[in-house]
T-cell receptor, first 115, second 113 residues
């Protein structure tokens, strides 16, 4: 099955600086890579995703990049704000069409934004 | 409001006492799933269901049962809970098994003593 490694486990940045979280995956058949944000006391929520035919995707302050050759993908958050403090999970799916039943999650990154 | 509702939010029980955690979604989603979240281990899938009366094992199904008699409900059953099942549990649903976003409930924190 798929194995997803996520680093770092904890990341502390100053408000206004950028944050980068990195994930690697093992199954070259993986084709769908979502990122979820989990705020305290809540369930994870999708913030951005990318498919294997795209190298980069951006949505306001967040962006995701994908390197299929190296089998890694990254989440970039610019101009960080206090509300960005949360646990972030990357995931990869090897099912055709990126099926949720084939979704494997990384272990999570606790992002702390220092005022 | 579109949502996934889990109950209860918190549950403390003793070893061996059967319990059920309920999950209901109001979005007419075909696909539903249960995950457990443990420190340092992330989210691991327990069971999933593609549709009514169709369920399958995820990565960590031992000690759990599920049923999908109706489209909106997907209860998680622990027939004989043990302390290693102490965890934070999440139910999730999505429109179908293609890459549409998972919608998660707010979690159930279970403690088994």
């Amino acid at each position: 099955g798929e194995n997803v490694e996520q680093h770092p486990s904890t990341l502390s940045v100053q408000e206004g600086d950028s944050a980068v979280i990195k994930c690697t995956y093992s199954d070259s058949a993986s084709n769908y890579f979502p990122w979820y944000k989990q705020e305290l006391g809540k369930g994870p929520q999708l913030i951005i995703d990318i498919r294997s035919n795209v190298g980069e995707k951006k949505d306001q302050r967040i962006a995701v990049t994908l390197n299929k050759t190296a089998k890694h993908f990254s989440l970039h958050i610019t101009e960080t704000q206090p509300e960005d403090s949360a646990v972030y999970f990357c995931a990869a799916s090897f099912r055709p069409g990126g099926g949720a039943d084939g979704l494997t999650f990384g272990k999570g990154t606790h992002l702390i934004i220092q005022p | 409001e579109a949502q996934v509702t889990q109950n209860p939010r918190y549950l403390i029980t003793v070893t061996g006492k059967k319990l059920t955690v309920t999950c209901s979604q109001n979005m007419n989603h075909e696909y539903m799933s249960w995950y457990r979240q443990d420190p340092g281990l992330g989210l691991r899938q327990i069971y999933y269901s593609m549709n009514v009366e169709v369920t399958d094992k995820g990565d960590v199904p031992e000690g759990y049962k599920v049923s999908r008699k109706e489209k909106r409900n997907f209860p998680l059953i622990l027939e004989s809970p043990s302390p290693n099942q102490t965890s934070l549990y999440f139910c999730a649903s999505t429109r179908d098994r293609t890459n549409s976003p998972l919608h998660f409930g707010n979690g159930t924190r279970l403690t088994v003593t």
